[in-house]
């Protein structure tokens, strides 16, 4: 277990990360937050959170970045609930009775126009695939490094190949580094059954880099659900 203030410290590296993708220091925390306690402390904290594997030091004179277990830890702990302005987003979305083809279609491409990752739609009815979002996933800083965008290539293949499978999830499952879908462990995915008129079934997955900004993509993923219920 962790104590309140290396949770807070924690949160603070996790949301400054994602927000930079550079190791975040001691000293960048001191400055940018008011956590009311010294370099020299959050150093300290950040050693000890390091040994419980809540953080990573790349290199031995860097800052640190978040292990699975940090991110999973932000996931279950301090994300938010969905957010009025995503609402009201979607609502406009869907001012229209538009059939479940066009509709997944809509959304999917919508979804990847706000989301930090690349988006994916699936109507097991027809068993059709969309995919949104190459374009601005491509600008985020891993994909620098050419052979990141070949491994999540990779990786996104096989979640389109077994896509599928998740038709009988019945709630939104985040997977972060391990999954379902491949040995790859590199990358993210949060994905969801959805219900379109007339019942009918469909699959919403958002799927990116670890450093993926969660507290977004979940807000954005639980106002649609919940703005579809309503539809």
Same mark, same amino acid.
């Given at each position: 277990?962790?104590?309140?203030?290396?949770?807070?410290?924690?949160?603070?590296?996790?949301?400054?990360?994602?927000?930079?993708?550079?190791?975040?220091?001691?000293?960048?925390?001191?400055?940018?937050?008011?956590?009311?306690?010294?370099?020299?402390?959050?150093?300290?904290?950040?050693?000890?959170?390091?040994?419980?594997?809540?953080?990573?030091?790349?290199?031995?004179?860097?800052?640190?970045?978040?292990?699975?277990?940090?991110?999973?830890?932000?996931?279950?702990?301090? !994300?938010?609930? /969905?957010?009025? +302005? $995503?609402?009201? @987003?979607?609502?406009?979305?869907?001012?229209? =009775?538009?059939? %479940?083809?066009?509709?997944?279609?809509?959304?999917?491409?919508?979804?990847?126009?706000?989301?930090?990752?690349?988006?994916?739609?699936?109507?097991?009815?027809?068993?059709? !695939?969309?995919? /949104?979002?190459? +374009? $601005?996933?491509? @600008?985020?800083?891993?994909?620098?490094?050419? =052979?990141?965008? %070949?491994?999540?290539?990779?990786?996104?293949?096989?979640?389109?190949?077994?896509?599928?499978?998740?038709?009988?999830?019945?709630?939104?499952?985040?997977?972060?580094?391990?999954?379902?879908?491949?040995?790859? +462990?590199?990358?993210?995915?949060?994905?969801?059954?959805?219900?379109?008129?007339?019942?009918?079934?469909?699959?919403?997955?958002?799927?990116?880099?670890?450093?993926?900004?969660?507290?977004?993509?979940?807000?954005?993923?639980?106002?649609?659900?919940?703005?579809?219920?309503?539809?």
């Amino acid at each position: 277990m962790i104590d309140e203030r290396q949770r807070n410290i924690l949160k603070t590296i996790v949301l400054e990360y994602i927000d930079s993708a550079d190791p975040v220091s001691s000293q960048s925390i001191e400055e940018k937050y008011d956590l009311g306690i010294s370099s020299a402390t959050i150093r300290c904290e950040m050693k000890r959170l390091t040994d419980e594997k809540f953080l990573l030091q790349p290199h031995t004179s860097a800052g640190r970045i978040p292990t699975d277990k940090g991110y999973r830890f932000f996931v279950d702990k301090f !994300l938010e609930e /969905e957010s009025e +302005e $995503d609402k009201f @987003k979607i609502e406009q979305w869907l001012q229209e =009775e538009i059939d %479940s083809v066009r509709l997944i279609s809509l959304i999917t491409k919508n979804m990847a126009s706000i989301c930090c990752g690349l988006t994916l739609g699936y109507l097991p009815e027809r068993n059709l !695939l969309w995919r /949104e979002g190459w +374009e $601005d996933i491509l @600008k985020e800083p891993e994909f620098e490094r050419s =052979e990141y965008a %070949s491994i999540f290539a990779d990786f996104l293949k096989e979640v389109e190949n077994k896509i599928p499978q998740l038709e009988y999830q019945s709630e939104i499952k985040i997977y972060i580094g391990k999954n379902p879908f491949s040995k790859l +462990e590199e990358f993210s995915v949060i994905s969801s059954n959805c219900f379109f008129p007339k019942n009918k079934k469909g699959i919403l997955a958002i799927v990116g880099p670890k450093r993926m900004d969660y507290n977004k993509n979940l807000s954005l993923m639980n106002s649609i659900l919940r703005t579809l219920e309503n539809y």
